[in-house]
């Protein structure tokens, strides 16, 4: 069953596999809750459900900004910060439905990678500003298309890697390019270990995240032209330098 997404008034339709929009509407609901209790993030409303045909109904959030956006603005340092905190909260509060749970499958992450729940797709994309407010809000609490979208459970690096590969893999003439994406990588990065309960190796968190962008790489040259694919090999290679020089363990 193919997704589809749409519209309709102040609501926003989503129709997808019955499998996925059950991991989406248990993950949407609990994460809300974490949301509610810390202040750190917000999550739409999941106003109606229809698992066993797919069918998910949120409420529209006006004045919504992706960070993919606001990361090329003054402030971008508090904005890295603040969804690194959120992303923490996350991986130590949420509980999937334990009927639901199902494990990263790849080839596994070094073992000084913690195991946590997972967003799945913490894309800048799917992390929002709101305009007047300021709120963050997480959306698209499914896994990430190119890897598993039922995933529940995995390495952190999972999260952290879908949060940080998108900065570097930018079109070379996006408009909304972000600049110096090694800057904001590492801010992200580093704000997610100074915060977090033990030391994480974020040199094990970087291999990992190689590793990962590795097995995109074929999935994605499926869907740019060859001169799209060829201008993003610097990026890819500046990516790489980039992972292979973060700190050793640091918390």
């Known amino acids: 069953m193919g997704n589809r997404v ?23 609901r609990r994460a809300r ?3 509610e209790e810390s202040g750190l993030f917000r999550v739409p409303p999941l ?19 992706p960070l993919q956006h606001a990361l090329a603005d ?7 910060d603040r969804a690194a905190t959120a992303l923490r909260a996350v991986h130590e509060a949420l509980r999937p439905d334990p009927a639901l749970r199902r494990d990263h499958s790849l080839a596994g992450a070094p073992g000084t990678v913690p195991i946590a729940a997972l967003h799945g797709d913490f ?32 390495p952190i690096s999972i999260d952290l890697a879908t949060f940080v590969l998108p900065l570097f893999w930018q079109r ?45 790489l ?15 090999w610097p990026l890819v290679a500046r990516s790489r330098w980039f992972f292979r020089r973060l700190p050793e363990p640091h918390g």
Request: overall charge neutral; some cysteine; aromatic content about 6%.
């Open 47 to 65: 106003v109606e459900e229809d698992r066993a045909a797919g069918r998910l109904v949120f409420a529209w959030i006006p004045d919504l900004r």
């Open 6 to 28: 749409r519209r309709v008034g102040d609501r926003l339709c989503k129709q997808q596999d019955p499998a996925v929009a059950a991991v989406e509407a248990d993950k949407s």
């Open 218 to 232: 074929p999935e994605a040259r499926r869907h740019v032209s060859r001169p799209g694919a060829l201008a993003r």
């Open 123 to 154: 894309s800048p994309s799917n992390v929002l500003v709101q305009a007047g407010t300021g709120d963050l809000w997480i959306i698209d609490w499914a896994g990430a298309s190119w890897l598993d979208p039922r995933l529940t459970h995995g």
């Open 33 to 35: 809750a974490i949301g």
């Open 74 to 80: 003054d402030g971008w340092e508090a904005l890295c």
């Open 172 to 216: 070379p003439r996006d408009p909304w390019r972000i600049p110096a994406p090694a800057r904001r990588a590492r801010r992200f990065l580093e704000a997610y270990a100074d915060g977090a309960a033990d030391t994480l190796d974020l040199r094990a968190v970087g291999a990992h995240c190689i590793e990962l962008q590795e097995r995109l």
